[in-house]
């Protein structure tokens, strides 16, 4: 029997067009980024999360009358519902914050009513709970974890606000709440990543919100996506000199390793997203004296552009931004988590409105019409 032909495979589906998008736009050769055709250099100048996330499910910017109400909806689900609570209080101390999210986006589906319900409305109202509710979760834990009170959120201000203080369990300072805005506005969305990919294959079978969130938070943990910005801090507390950057980037590239936070499937160019972000984590680099990452990280982004020609991405100076933030190394992924449920959700409503189950092929590359020998025959 022969196998039917078929063309070479695509390895890692590069540049392969798998659907068609109104939500963003990444332009890699110039290293743009739009939002439903907004330039990412103006939303990352003043708009909230909020607006951000308005505008990635309904294809257009929230009127002053409608983001009010919009953002008092998403900050009332971020109280969470008591079984999750309890449940926290289960999960071994050893548990990755990441783990314990996967594991919780799979949880609400149980105290979901409207769970199993795949229309636009009730795929709207489980986003809002989606949304508000896994920043809500890691806040949540976190304090569980190192036993301290859960907090209320204040309905009067808004996520990033919210987040900050259910984290922390004290009122942020404007810059603390206008650094993470920054946060979740730049990495709420990004194409076809591959954890919004899995999340749209998932949706794609008919199955569920959660499931299909599920799926994207299982993809984000690897180091080659969300995980990075973790091994970013890693690599940067692991240098105690930054005389030293030069000779440490050089030993690593020699080994043939990969240096975290660089280099993009996508971009040729910079990252527009890193721009800011290393604007942002100078800023907040000069206020906390202690710091030295900032200093660290540009000589390492000039090293490396120098001997590979890669630039930063996302992933990069958001390890310092979160550093000065005073967010544990750990959780830097839930929070790049935190962000992307916006677009992760904008994706999943987008696909079950117009679905066509994604089913690709692979090229088979094993035997064939092999003949099958009963156990009593085989050697070994
Ligand atoms: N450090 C060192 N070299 C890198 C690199 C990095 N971070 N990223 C890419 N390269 C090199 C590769 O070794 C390869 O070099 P070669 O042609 O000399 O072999 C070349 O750049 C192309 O790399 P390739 O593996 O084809 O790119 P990709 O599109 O498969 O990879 C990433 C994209 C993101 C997986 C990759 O850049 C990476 O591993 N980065 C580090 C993890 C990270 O920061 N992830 C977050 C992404 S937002």
Redesign the pocket.
Known sequence: MEAEKRDAPVR?L?DVLAAETRICYVDGVNGKLYYAGYDINDLAKKPSFEECIFLLWNDRLPGRRELEPFREALVREMTLPQPLIHWFKRVPARVHPMVMLRSAVSDLALYDEETEDNSPEANRRKAVRLVARVSAIIAGFHRIHHKQELLEPDLKQGISYNFLRLFTGRNPTQDEVEAMQLMYVLHAE?EF?ASTFAARVTASTLADIYAAVTAAVGALIG???????Q??MEMLSGIEDPEGVEDYIDG??AK???????????YKVE?PRARHLRKYAEKLCKADTASRYYEISRRIEQR?IKV?G?YP????YSATVQHALGIPVEYYTTMFAASRIAGWTAHVMEQHADNRLMRPRSLYVGHLARRYVPMSKRKG
């Not at 180091?223 to 910005?229: F, V």
């Open positions: 890692g590069e990004h990543n180091p080659l996506h969300g995980g990075a910005n091994k970013v690593m590239l043939g390793k990969r240096i975290m936070g660089f280099g993009h499937r996508v990252d490396v590979k890669i991405n996302v992933d990069f």
